[in-house]
């Protein structure tokens, strides 16, 4: 960890040097005013004391120093290494900011709401021990509502949204906004509704009469302009593990560390000019996992990781660092390229337009083991003017039942209008069979046709491609090949996908966000039934349609992701691999790197060629011969 001063000057009201000061010049009595004010700054300066007070918590020093960095500072990025307590820093901040500070007005946000909440589970899960009960003292209490969870404490309060929710976040108008995991939350959002949050003043009546009264008490000589108050300013806190260099984030970090340093512009100068005003005091802490004590982490796992990630993955999950763009077969610079911008469309979506159409691909796996494999599926929305896909609906979970996988397998084919259908012939075999004979499906008057072509040999492609058309029958559902991975159609459906990224031919839907994600919640679906997550937490429908709906993004960026770990290995015979590196095979665990929903995006888009091609090919059916020849 390095430390650069910079060029902002220091903040005397924040220096424990100086409070210590005149704490030791005090001398006999003082009038009750004074006394709470230096309680007050005496409380904000040792931060580390208050919350062992008032929460029962002994913080670390980096917890302690973290903290106060985000009381102290206007524009604050934390880039924490995995396991640095992040959540659980973040909730002591929120409550000692509360607690100090009647006036907050928090904004809890985050890519998830999920993830907002969790910093209010963390929250309650502090006050409910038997050491906070100096604060409980202080009328802490926590509302939770579909979409909103509020938690008060005296006169101050922090509120959690859905970052989807735009135009209701327009609403409100918080002093200070704690954005957690930062890589989530879209550049046009943070732009357009989180900093405006931040042009708006607190108290800006009462500033506006004391620097009246300030003034005219100048104009007597009764006072110096140096003297004036200093009103804190609206404050942002980001929250974040790194990115790679190409994206957003790293550019903000960027422009903060030259801020900082004195290097950045001045406004007015060069091509871009500074967001925020030239006064505003920023911070920038950038943690890896040593800056944290030993007993923090679990050895063992800081072993397997040294030993099964690669060493860029390694940097930037624990080293907390920013990395390059990634060597692998599919570029995530490439895969950012083919994502559409938060706020256009194709977005992610719970249900299809009646109007569109859409092909379905799944990887299948049923092991009810959460370390095993994910039974993945995606949904792609068909433009048939562009020939492109585009991914707005996925599926990856590992530790739930068969039957569970067909509940979520028949909701897409009921909600989506779907007319294609393809699988890993490999367990897609007794998938399907599994759901043509459930009663689930006969329940519904549903079954799925396979088409046995064999759709291998470039020689054969058009034939097979007619075989496959005169076979195709949607009404009837009669549109599904199970497709066995050879190694000659593995390099192929490879090929044709890094090809389709690098040519846009295959996209990534955004975020639902403002009236679309409106409109998908109000859909009406089984989701009392689905399960899409296994660490879900029970909740009304209301808000499990809200994790549903920014779940979907969560998957699309798990597909990239998995896709950017691929490496090719070539083996002596000529053939290719498309697998993960040998150290991330290696991994154990629910969280383990996996490969699925990739494998799932390779049929899928393989899958869109074969539709493509018999959309566009000759409506001549091929005549089977039905004449046996015979001697005479």
Same mark, same amino acid.
């Given at each position: 960890?390095?430390?650069?001063?910079?060029?902002?000057?220091?903040?005397?009201?924040?220096?424990?040097?100086?409070?210590?000061?005149?704490?030791? +010049?005090?001398?006999?009595?003082?009038?009750?005013?004074?006394?709470?004010?230096?309680?007050?700054?005496?409380?904000?300066?040792?931060?580390?004391?208050?919350? /062992?007070?008032?929460?029962?918590?002994?913080?670390?020093?980096?917890?302690?120093?973290?903290?106060?960095?985000?009381?102290?500072?206007?524009?604050?990025? &934390?880039? &924490?290494?995995?396991?640095?307590?992040? !959540?659980?820093?973040?909730?002591?901040?929120?409550?000692?900011?509360?607690?100090?500070?009647?006036?907050?007005?928090?904004?809890?946000?985050?890519?998830? *709401?999920?993830?907002?909440?969790?910093?209010?589970?963390?929250?309650?899960?502090?006050?409910?021990?038997?050491?906070?009960?100096?604060?409980? @003292?202080?009328?802490?209490?926590?509302?939770? $509502?579909?979409?909103?969870?509020?938690?008060?404490?005296?006169?101050?309060?922090?509120?959690?949204?859905?970052?989807?929710?735009?135009?209701?976040?327009?609403?409100?108008?918080?002093?200070?906004?704690?954005?957690?995991?930062?890589?989530?939350?879209?550049?046009? #959002?943070?732009? /357009?509704?989180?900093?405006?949050?931040?042009?708006?003043?607190?108290?800006? #009546?009462?500033?506006?009469?004391?620097?009246?009264?300030?003034?005219?008490?100048?104009?007597?000589? +009764?006072?110096?302009?140096?003297?004036?108050?200093?009103?804190?300013?609206?404050?942002?806190?980001?929250?974040?593990?790194?990115?790679?260099? *190409?994206?957003?984030?790293?550019?903000?970090?960027?422009?903060?560390? =030259?801020?900082?340093?004195?290097?950045?512009?001045?406004?007015?100068?060069?091509?871009?000019?500074?967001?925020?005003?030239?006064?505003?005091?920023?911070?920038?802490?950038?943690?890896?996992?040593?800056?944290?004590?030993?007993?923090?982490?679990?050895?063992?796992?800081?072993?397997?990781?040294?030993?099964?990630?690669?060493?860029?993955?390694?940097?930037?999950?624990?080293?907390?660092?920013?990395?390059?763009?990634?060597? $692998?077969?599919?570029?995530?610079?490439?895969?950012?390229?083919?994502?559409?911008?938060?706020?256009?469309?194709?977005?992610?979506?719970?249900?299809?337009?009646?109007?569109?159409?859409?092909?379905?691909?799944?990887?299948?796996?049923?092991?009810?083991?959460?370390?095993?494999?994910?039974?993945?599926?995606?949904?792609?929305?068909?433009?048939? =003017?562009?020939?492109?896909?585009?991914?707005?609906?996925?599926?990856?979970?590992?530790?739930?039942?068969?039957?569970?996988?067909?509940?979520?397998?028949?909701?897409?084919?009921?909600?989506?209008?779907?007319?294609?259908?393809?699988?890993?012939?490999? $367990?897609?075999?007794?998938?399907?069979?599994?759901?043509?004979?459930?009663?689930?499906?006969?329940?519904?008057?549903?079954?799925?046709?396979?088409?046995?072509?064999?759709?291998? %040999?470039?020689?054969?492609?058009?034939?097979?491609?007619? *075989?496959?058309?005169?076979?195709?029958?949607?009404?009837?559902?009669?549109?599904?090949?199970?497709?066995?991975?050879?190694?000659?159609?593995?390099?192929?459906?490879?090929?044709?996908?890094?090809?389709?990224?690098?040519?846009?031919?295959?996209?990534?839907?955004?975020?639902?966000?403002?009236?679309?994600? =409106?409109?998908?919640?109000?859909?009406?679906?089984?989701?009392? %039934?689905? %399960?899409?997550?296994?660490?879900?937490?029970?909740?009304?429908?209301?808000?499990?349609?809200?994790?549903?709906?920014?779940?979907?993004?969560?998957?699309?960026?798990?597909?990239?992701? @998995?896709?950017?770990?691929?490496?090719?290995?070539?083996?002596?015979?000529?053939?290719?691999?498309?697998?993960?590196?040998?150290?991330?095979?290696?991994?154990?665990?629910?969280?383990?790197?996996?490969?699925?929903?990739?494998?799932?995006?390779?049929?899928?888009?393989?899958?869109?060629?074969?539709?493509?091609?018999? /959309?566009?090919?000759?409506?001549?059916?091929?005549?089977?011969? !039905?004449?046996?020849?015979?001697?005479?």
């Amino acid at each position: 960890m390095s430390w650069i001063k910079g060029k902002q000057g220091y903040r005397l009201e924040y220096s424990s040097k100086e409070l210590n000061k005149v704490l030791k +010049e005090l001398k006999g009595s003082i009038k009750e005013e004074e006394a709470k004010y230096l309680l007050y700054k005496f409380l904000r300066n040792n931060i580390a004391f208050t919350s /062992e007070l008032f929460l029962g918590v002994k913080l670390f020093p980096f917890q302690a120093m973290a903290i106060k960095g985000m009381m102290v500072s206007d524009y604050s990025m &934390f880039v &924490f290494s995995r396991g640095m307590s992040k !959540t659980f820093s973040t909730a002591i901040y929120v409550l000692l900011e509360c607690l100090l500070n009647p006036s907050s007005n928090i904004g809890v946000i985050a890519g998830t *709401f999920r993830q907002s909440k969790q910093i209010f589970q963390k929250m309650e899960d502090i006050i409910s021990k038997p050491e906070a009960s100096l604060i409980r @003292e202080c009328g802490f209490k926590i509302q939770k $509502g579909t979409d909103q969870w509020t938690m008060t404490l005296g006169k101050a309060k922090a509120i959690a949204l859905p970052l989807a929710n735009g135009d209701r976040l327009r609403g409100f108008r918080f002093n200070r906004i704690v954005l957690d995991e930062f890589l989530t939350i879209p550049e046009k #959002i943070f732009n /357009e509704v989180i900093i405006p949050f931040l042009s708006v003043a607190e108290n800006p #009546i009462e500033r506006e009469e004391l620097h009246n009264l300030e003034s005219k008490l100048i104009d007597k000589g +009764e006072m110096t302009e140096k003297e004036r108050y200093i009103w804190p300013n609206n404050k942002l806190i980001i929250l974040s593990s790194p990115s790679f260099k *190409f994206e957003y984030m790293y550019k903000l970090y960027k422009k903060y560390v =030259d801020l900082i340093s004195g290097l950045a512009v001045k406004e007015g100068e060069g091509e871009e000019e500074d967001d925020f005003k030239d006064e505003a005091y920023r911070l920038v802490m950038q943690l890896s996992y040593d800056c944290a004590p030993q007993r923090l982490y679990d050895q063992n796992l800081l072993k397997q990781a040294k030993a099964t990630m690669s060493e860029m993955q390694f940097k930037r999950e624990f080293g907390a660092q920013f990395i390059d763009e990634n060597d $692998g077969y599919f570029r995530l610079s490439k895969m950012a390229a083919c994502t559409i911008p938060d706020g256009e469309f194709p977005a992610v979506e719970v249900v299809g337009n009646p109007s569109e159409e859409y092909l379905l691909a799944f990887d299948p796996n049923w092991a009810g083991n959460t370390n095993a494999d994910h039974f993945a599926m995606h949904v792609f929305k068909i433009d048939k =003017d562009a020939q492109k896909i585009c991914l707005v609906h996925s599926y990856a979970i590992a530790g739930v039942s068969l039957r569970q996988h067909m509940e979520y397998f028949l909701y897409l084919i009921q909600h989506f209008n779907i007319v294609g259908i393809c699988g890993d012939y490999n $367990g897609g075999v007794q998938f399907i069979n599994s759901c043509n004979e459930s009663a689930l499906f006969q329940a519904q008057n549903i079954k799925i046709g396979v088409i046995d072509t064999d759709l291998e %040999k470039p020689e054969n492609w058009n034939s097979d491609i007619m *075989f496959f058309k005169n076979r195709y029958n949607v009404k009837e559902r009669n549109y599904c090949i199970l497709r066995k991975p050879t190694s000659n159609w593995i390099r192929n459906a490879n090929e044709m996908l890094q090809a389709a990224i690098d040519h846009k031919r295959i996209l990534f839907a955004s975020r639902a966000v403002d009236s679309h994600f =409106d409109e998908q919640r109000k859909k009406n679906i089984p989701i009392d %039934k689905l %399960k899409w997550d296994i660490q879900a937490p029970k909740a009304s429908k209301g808000a499990m349609m809200i994790d549903l709906i920014d779940h979907q993004k969560s998957i699309v960026e798990l597909t990239k992701a @998995e896709c950017a770990n691929i490496e090719v290995i070539a083996n002596p015979q000529g053939s290719q691999s498309f697998n993960l590196p040998q150290n991330l095979r290696r991994q154990k665990g629910t969280h383990r790197a996996r490969k699925d929903s990739y494998s799932a995006l390779v049929l899928g888009n393989w899958f869109a060629k074969v539709y493509f091609d018999s /959309e566009n090919a000759s409506t001549e059916k091929i005549v089977e011969s !039905t004449f046996i020849p015979f001697a005479i």
